[in-house]
Each structure stands twice: as C-alpha cells, then as structure tokens.
C-alpha cells in the first residue's frame, strides 16, 4: 500500500474520511496500509450531515500535515455520494442554487450539486499548497471507487447524453494525476484503478515486487488487461462479455485462434489465487 511504501522511505502519512470512522472497519484496514487515520468519532472534527462537506475535511485536516514535508495524504471524500434529491442531502441542497439553471432531471442536478463541494474542496487544497509554496512539488490523484449507483440508469445516461452499456460502459470512469506544471497527457489504453498503485510506485521510484500486484504500470509496455467481477475483460486488442459470450475485436486487430481462451484463463487465475491469498 502506499501508506506502508512512503512510510518506509520517512514520509508522514495521514488518511482522512468525512464520514463515520469505523465505517466498513476502515479503523482496522487504513492503520493496516500505513496510516494514521481520522474520521468522525476518532479525532476528525467536522459538522456531522449527510454526507459530510469535503470542504471543511480539507480546510480542517490540512494544517496537520503541509509544513510536515514529505507527506502523503489519502482522503476519502463522501461529498458527492447518494442519495441524489435535495432534500435527502444536505450538500446537494447548499449548492442548488449553482445547478438550477441546468436542463437535467432533479435527480441529475441533484447529482451534480453535491459534487460540486468536492470540486471546491480541491480548490481549496490546491490554495493552500500553493499558499504553501510546496504545490510544484506535490503529485495529486484523484480516482473515484465506483459509478453513482445513487441514480437510475437512464439518469446516469442522461448525464453521458445517451444510453449507457451496462456490462462495460457503466464502470467506465476517470483517473486524474496532477502536479503543478505538469504537461498533460493523455493514456488511451485500457486501464483500471489496479494500475494506479503500480504506476505511482514506478513514478515515484519505489521498487516493489510487480508479482504482487494485479495492475501495470499504465505507462509502461505491458500489455493491458482489465477485468470484471463476472470475469468479463478487456485489453488493446479485444473485449470479452463472459455475460454473452461475445467477443468484439478492435479495428483491424487479427487475432490467432487462441487469444480469447488465453486471456479468459489468465483472468480466472487471477481471481483463484487472490481469493487463496485472501483465505
């Protein structure tokens, strides 16, 4: 974890969640991957909504570690989560106002509204490191965990302005890696949050044993894979729906006879082996 490997090389490490801290046992498993961990009831002091405001975590928290350099820093933001109506949370009702104008359902703007905190609490931060003098100096990545199944699917293709896939097109999210004056570029390989923790450990210089890892480095060669709780996959050259059986090959990729059952069964020992790992 990367708690565990910048702790090793003498960085701080602190992780915060806006939301109750023993939620999901996170008390035991962020202590476990090298944290010393806040959240509400164990040390995190914030207005008690729901969901909590990204905001004031940011504006409350950050004084603890800028100026404690090296750091590193893993916030579990719970601004944007469900459920989506303005009457049912409290983020999405202090920022109606900035969605009204919007021609979407209320559910959607509801949806937008509450994650509008999270894009003020980055702004936040980014302020204060730059305040800091240290913004140059600081990687940022921002990753979500999951798709807002706080809406319907039609409103979640409402968003996307047309109807969504539910096998692949549902998971499909973003993964944002920032350091001020960074040059953009863009990767447009398949990748998966797997490959987040290999490619900032390579990033970083950290070495680790990559057999550990089910990632890759999403700018190294190595040929991608991602892969699917119903085994489904998809790599640069195909996509498999284990769902239909139906595999859909990129333009002007030929394929040999064995591809689809060689990456089906590497997948399938990638799930037999974590779950004996696991046991």
């Keep these: 974890c990367m708690g565990n490997q910048l702790r090793a090389h003498g960085y701080n490490t602190y992780a915060y969640h806006d939301h109750y801290f023993d939620y999901y046992e996170r008390d035991k498993s962020h202590p476990n991957m090298g944290y010393e961990y806040k959240g509400l009831g164990n040390g995190l002091n914030l207005t008690e909504t729901w969901p909590e405001s990204d905001v004031e975590m940011i504006d409350v928290t950050a004084p603890e570690y800028i100026?404690?350099?090296p750091f590193h820093t893993y916030y579990m933001t719970v601004s944007g989560?469900?459920?989506?109506?303005?009457?049912g949370n409290y983020m999405s009702f202090k920022n109606k106002a900035l969605v009204e104008h919007l021609y979407y359902s209320e559910e959607v703007k509801a949806?937008?509204?509450?994650?509008?905190?999270?894009?003020?609490?980055?702004?936040?931060?980014?302020?204060?490191?730059?305040?800091?003098?240290?913004?140059d100096d600081t990687v940022i990545a921002i990753s979500p965990d999951h798709y807002p199944y706080g809406l319907e699917i039609s409103k979640i293709g409402e968003l996307a302005g047309h109807d969504?896939?539910?096998?692949?097109?549902i998971y499909k999210g973003i993964f944002l890696l920032w350091s001020k004056g960074i040059k953009p570029v863009i990767i447009d390989e398949p990748c998966s949050s797997l490959?987040?923790?290999?490619?900032?450990?390579?990033?970083?210089?950290?070495?680790?044993?990559?057999?550990?890892?089910?990632?890759?480095?999403?700018?190294?060669?190595?040929e991608p894979l991602v892969l699917f709780n119903?085994?489904?996959?998809?790599?640069?050259?195909?996509?498999?729906?284990?769902?239909?059986?139906?595999?859909?090959?990129?333009?002007?990729?030929v394929l040999d006879d064995n591809y689809k059952k060689k990456i089906s069964d590497e997948v399938?020992?990638?799930?037999?082996?974590?779950?004996?790992?696991?046991?």
């Design 67 to 69: 100026g404690k350099q």
């Design 81 to 87: 989560h469900l459920q989506y109506t303005f009457n």
């Design 111 to 135: 949806y937008l509204a509450c994650n509008i905190e999270l894009d003020r609490a980055m702004e936040l931060l980014i302020r204060k490191l730059e305040e800091a003098g240290i913004a």
């Design 164 to 169: 969504i896939e539910t096998n692949f097109e």
């Design 195 to 222: 490959d987040i923790m290999p490619t900032l450990s390579n990033l970083m210089g950290l070495e680790f044993d990559s057999r550990l890892f089910m990632g890759r480095d999403m700018m190294s060669d190595t």
């Design 230 to 253: 119903n085994r489904s996959w998809i790599t640069d050259k195909a996509s498999y729906n284990a769902v239909t059986g139906e595999l859909c090959t990129k333009d002007g990729v």
């Design 268 to 279: 399938k020992q990638k799930f037999k082996y974590s779950a004996l790992i696991l046991e």
